[in-house]
């Protein structure tokens, strides 16, 4: 039996404490695709945090590790594709809404890019590989965010409204001539121009378009258990986020606790080999995190319910359990047992402070 939850989310409170150095580039020399995922550009006075994202679509890499890593930041940057089109083997992703409304809470500009060069992939030469974005053009909306005063919300928006039309075009366009160059037949144009009509009348057509198709892949993933999840039971959730932006995330939790009026929604991470997952998916997880933990006006199958935000690492290695609440003396005689290394020590020990100060919970057990 799948449950159905509902919250929203007024605004984010959030401290994070993983955010690791990030490489400088000065803006003269700046290219995106040279860039590493996540960095620092450098222009003057102006400094900024930028991420990036290989696709679209969220689960077909870990955007929100690169993202996570910029949160520490005053200004930030993430550059997405609109459409990533593989070729007729492979598959088109387009940016959905929901992400566009989630870099909003987090206050991270997005810049909507799009790629113009391509090569055939040498495994499958019915599909292309190594795209990339169009540098700069990425540059010029750069240079645009640094003369934006206004918030990365009102930016999001207003590129919605009066640039996105045009971008997808430039993609379009892109495709076409990639497809020329390259000789691999990509997916139906008519499809991108049909997406472009679709969703650039209005921001309520992109939203309404991006959540069925949010709510199609959440029920989809509702009924899977994922090879990095090693849950406790096969209870998952459906979660639907609305804020006060007027868009929603359709989410799913990977297990869930119900014990009278309170429900844990539970994000897992798994290691087949290692002790712990690896600092990606604990990335990936904290991002999930901030939202839950972010929650207000919980209900579950229509109930009102007090919400807690959990982080489970599991491994099959591990023995015993530890918790983000226990004490010191419990964490150092964890440690041991497990012979855990002084490097993975101090990034449980952080994880477990970032947990604490965000009002959720980190556990670290044996997978069943």
């Known amino acids: 039996m799948i449950t159905n939850i509902t919250g929203k989310i007024t605004g984010i409170q959030y401290v994070p404490l993983l955010g690791e150095p990030l490489p400088g580039y000065d803006f003269a020399q700046f290219d995106v695709n040279s860039a590493a995922t996540a960095c620092v550009v450098l222009d003057g006075t102006y400094t900024f ?11 077909r890499s870990y955007p929100y590790e690169r993202v996570y890593n910029t949160l520490h930041y005053s200004k930030k940057i993430t550059v997405i594709p609109v459409v990533k089109d593989e070729g007729m083997e492979g598959d088109r992703d387009y940016i959905r809404w929901d992400t566009v409304s989630l870099m909003s809470l987090l206050d991270v500009f997005v810049i909507f890019a799009y790629y113009d060069i391509a090569e055939v992939n040498q495994r499958n030469k019915k599909k292309i590989t190594h795209q990339q974005f169009n540098s700069k053009f990425v540059k010029t909306k750069i240079k645009e965010i640094e003369q934006c005063h206004s918030s990365a919300l009102h930016w999001n928006l207003n590129e919605l409204k009066t640039s996105f039309h045009r971008i997808l075009g430039k993609a379009a366009n892109a495709y076409r001539q990639i497809e020329t160059q390259t000789g691999v037949q990509l997916h139906s144009h008519e499809g991108l121009e049909k997406f472009k009509d679709k969703i650039s009348r209005d921001v309520a057509d992109f939203m309404q378009f991006s959540r069925h ?34 868009g929603a995330y359709f989410l799913t939790a990977d297990e869930i606790k119900l014990v009278d009026k309170h429900v844990i929604l539970i994000e897992s991470k798994h290691s087949k080999n290692a002790l712990l997952p690896s600092i990606g998916d604990i990335k990936d997880g904290l991002l999930k995190m901030i939202l839950f933990s972010n929650l207000t006006d919980v209900t579950v199958n229509g109930s ?39 490097t993975q020590q101090k990034l449980i020990q952080t994880l477990f402070e970032e947990a604490n100060r965000n009002n959720f919970i980190v556990e670290i057990r044996k997978s069943k």
């Open 304 to 342: 009102t319910v007090k919400s807690t935000a959990m982080l489970v690492l599991t491994s099959p290695h591990i023995k015993n359990k530890i918790c983000s609440k226990d004490c010191t003396k419990n964490c150092d005689t964890f440690f041991k047992y497990n012979k855990f290394s002084i």
């Open 49 to 59: 945090a930028l991420s990036k994202w290989v696709s679209p679509k969220r689960t």
């Open 213 to 246: 198709k949010s709510e199609q892949a959440q029920k989809r993933e509702s009924v899977t258990i994922q090879p990095k999840e090693r849950l406790q039971s096969s209870t998952k959730a459906t979660i639907t986020i609305r804020n006060y932006l007027g």
